[in-house]
């Protein structure tokens, strides 16, 4: 393999903002050219981390679309530092102090029970809230107002400023924030009815463009009054505080904050209500003095998601929100701080510090932010299930999207991390595996492979559409941060993320090395054959197995799944074995849907897939084209593999019209291998819950044999209208004998030959 030299790089990229879509059309990645190394460069890998070689390239457009504009990213006017986009870390650069918040956290308080009207409870048992509230339901406040993305401050000659970033904003007159500056002996509360209480020595609220710096020890107003200016397209608010009404003196400042909604009739702050109405929050539960934050800041030690609880008792933290909604329960969010050193800002000193609970992560589990190129409106809709192959928005709307990922603890690999796809359950979020050994033990095998968990906008998505899209958006952007090796890809996902996994190797199979399951649906929804899928057969991956004749698969499954039949399981295994293709069936029992999880062992899978390399040229290629799963809009089109590429299918009458091409090269003097007869086996696994046992099918192959080489090519198609080959990839030359058997009129290109001919 041929050694990559990485090369830091900044970069400038604009794009037009057009209805629902953020940069369209899809722009090819240019490589930067200008160099950098400083601290607070931003680093881009992708002409590195992402496939670079001779057309076609693997994969979906999106996958190599140029970073989008993203207006709430953007620094204008004073500002100079890039963000953070770790959440829950802070960092010192050009001279701004930063704090990244979470994405998607803003839920107040656990009331102790949740508003009956709240959408979300439905659909989200592994993805559910720890905090109670609800939004009005107006649309002003898009399910998301009080969502705070980042807080940053920067001290100037007469002045210190304040910059708020939310990831919704509507009217910023009905959003309220608080600050509240330095020590006191003990905790005041913060104005406005705020119901919530931190040490202080002065409060700075802001609604609107309104704010206001009162003394905490008496609550006098402190002159001159700070001015507030508000972006619309950026989402931010901006204060300016004078030196004359507050110096930090180069001194170590403590800072606590949070964001909550503004009552304009009263003036002050909105509290919940048992249920949300069109002017009032919901979700106060049994608090008699319901707290008005959605949202605090300085949380850098929100806990993960325990592994072995899937479901909310006991206070949940799939939206990293556990310790937000306990401490705003209290009334008391004095542990939520950050010591700000303006000696640090005024000397100009960079620093993420590394190691430390509030700096910036760089190696484990961690959330990132994501600046999607799709925003279908602001904020958030619970309402919006998906679940359907036909369309998917989801429920996470906005521009701005989490995800999770892994770093490795062992050293950078020469060549870069390998990459692992993890894909999330129905009714599961990003944060499914955060901190559990599935994550860190695919992350640390081997010479080391970065992990991640792409929302997928929302816990019900199926891998279809904007969801669909997603996935490779937050593989962009690893790409980007991050140095891979592009040969090392796997990937991997439980339930509705194994359909994933089977629906992703199958439409990309030249993207993936080796691919495991576990009690992973073939199709969207239930499938028991013969009876099609729920979701219609056009989602039914048994049969695009043909595609994934390159690609190894490891299926885990449970005899008496009650969510997945296992009819359907075993029946997709038993495509695998009348392929002839390598695979490994697992079959534990006793058990139920959610053992495996439970349980958190798979030592077995990592080591399954390994370090593997993506065969990106293999001699004999079979793909099966599927229309029916693409979405040009969204940048997710399954029309190439390997070196095949614009394929297209010339009977699209069926309810679920398919087309299925299968090439040899002849050119590389090899023949298939013969796959083993089925063998059979059995083993144990050790983890949380014991020992859990299993029966094993499998097929293996022997090695190709050789074969004499000739410029030939072996193609038989099945209801496919046009090819297009790629004579290098392919290793033949322009003038290569074309021995072709299709059911109908055919048109084959090769490519920079000139060469066109119909069959």
């Excluded at 299918?649 to 298939?672: C, E, H, L, N, Y």
Aim: glycine content about 10%; charged content about 15%.
């Amino acid at each position: 393999m041929r050694a990559k030299r990485w090369l830091l790089a900044t970069t400038v990229t604009t794009a037009t903002v057009t209805s629902g879509v953020l940069g369209a059309p899809l722009d090819i990645l240019t490589p930067p050219t200008d160099l950098g190394g400083s601290a607070d460069v931003e680093v881009d890998y992708s002409s590195h981390s992402l496939y670079q070689g001779p057309a076609p390239r693997p994969g979906p457009t999106i996958l190599y679309a140029a970073r989008p504009r993203a207006p709430q990213l953007e620094n204008v006017g004073i500002w100079k530092a890039r963000p953070i986009l770790v959440s829950g870390a802070s960092a010192y650069r050009k001279g701004e102090f930063l704090y990244q918040d979470f994405l998607y956290d803003d839920h107040g308080a656990n009331g102790g029970a949740n508003d009956p009207t709240d959408a979300h409870v439905a659909g989200s048992a592994f993805s559910s809230t720890n905090g109670t509230y609800t939004y009005p339901t107006d649309p002003a406040y898009a399910n998301n107002a009080a969502d705070l993305v980042e807080l940053r401050l920067k001290p100037r000659t007469n002045e210190t400023v304040f910059r708020v970033t939310l990831n919704s904003l509507k009217d910023p007159a009905r959003i309220g924030f608080t600050i509240a500056i330095g020590e006191s002996a003990a905790p005041r509360e913060f104005p406005d009815g705020a119901n919530v209480r931190a040490p202080a020595a002065l409060f700075l609220t802001v609604h609107g463009q309104q704010a206001e710096l009162i003394n905490a020890a008496d609550g006098h107003a402190v002159t001159p009054t700070p001015t507030v200016m508000v972006d619309l397209e950026r989402r931010q608010f901006e204060v300016h505080v004078a030196t004359e009404a507050w110096n930090p003196a180069n001194k170590p400042v403590r800072l606590t904050a949070g964001v909550g909604l503004w009552d304009l009739a009263s003036n002050r702050y909105l509290t919940p209500a048992l249920t949300a109405t069109a002017t009032s929050p919901g979700g106060a539960g049994t608090l008699t003095r319901p707290p008005a934050f959605f949202n605090v800041a300085f949380r850098f030690n929100e806990p993960m998601p325990n592994p072995n609880q899937l479901t909310s008792t006991g206070g949940s933290s799939w939206w990293r929100d556990k310790a937000q909604g306990t401490a705003l329960n209290s009334g008391d969010i004095s542990q939520f701080s950050a010591v700000v050193d303006f000696a640090k800002l005024a000397n100009g000193v960079d620093d993420d510090m590394p190691g430390q609970p509030q700096g910036v992560p760089q190696h484990g589990a961690m959330n990132r932010i994501l600046a999607s190129r799709f925003e279908t409106r602001q904020g958030v809709d619970f309402a919006n299930k998906c679940g359907q192959a036909t369309s998917c928005e989801g429920e996470l709307l906005g521009q701005l999207q989490p995800y999770a990922i892994y770093v490795p603890v062992k050293s950078q690999p020469t060549l870069g991390y390998g990459l692992t796809l993890l894909l999330h359950s129905l009714g599961a979020n990003y944060n499914q595996y955060l901190g559990s050994r599935h994550q860190s033990e695919l992350g640390e095998r081997g010479s080391g492979h970065i992990t991640i968990t792409p929302a997928g906008r929302g816990p019900d998505g199926w891998y279809v559409d904007h969801a669909d899209a997603d996935t490779f958006e937050v593989w962009s952007d690893v790409a980007r941060n991050y140095p891979l090796n592009s040969e090392m890809t796997s990937i991997s996902g439980y339930s509705m993320g194994g359909y994933g996994t089977f629906k992703f190797a199958a439409r990309y199979p030249d993207l993936f090395a080796k691919a495991h399951t576990i009690v992973g649906p073939p199709g969207l929804g239930i499938w028991a054959p013969p009876v099609e899928p729920t979701g219609g057969e056009s989602t039914n991956t048994f049969h695009l197995l043909p595609g994934v004749r390159n690609i190894p698969f490891l299926m885990w499954v449970q005899a008496s799944d009650e969510l997945v039949p296992y009819t359907g399981t075993r029946m997709q295994a038993q495509g695998f074995d009348d392929l002839g293709y390598r695979y490994r069936f697992d079959t534990f029992s006793p058990g139920e849907h959610l053992t495996l999880a439970l349980h958190d062992e798979y030592t077995p899978g990592a080591n399954f897939l390994g370090d593997a390399s993506v065969d990106r040229n293999p001699f004999h290629v079979t793909y099966v084209v599927n229309p029916m799963m693409d979405f040009a809009g969204a940048g997710v089109m399954g029309d190439h593999a390997y070196w095949l590429s614009g394929l297209t299918v010339r009977d699209q009458s069926a309810a679920a019209p398919r087309g299925t091409i299968d090439v040899i090269s002849r050119a590389f003097g090899k023949g298939d291998p013969a796959p083993s007869a089925t063998g059979t086996g059995a083993g144990t696994l050790s983890g949380n819950l014991g020992v859990l046992a299993f029966v094993s099918s499998f097929k293996t192959w022997g090695d190709a044999p050789t074969q004499p080489a000739s410029n030939r090519l072996d193609i038989v198609a099945r209801n496919v209208a046009t090819l297009t080959v790629h004579p290098q990839r392919a290793r033949v030359g322009c003038d290569a004998l074309l021995n072709v058997d299709t059911d109908g009129p055919l048109v084959i290109v090769l490519d920079g030959c000139d060469r066109r001919v119909q069959f």
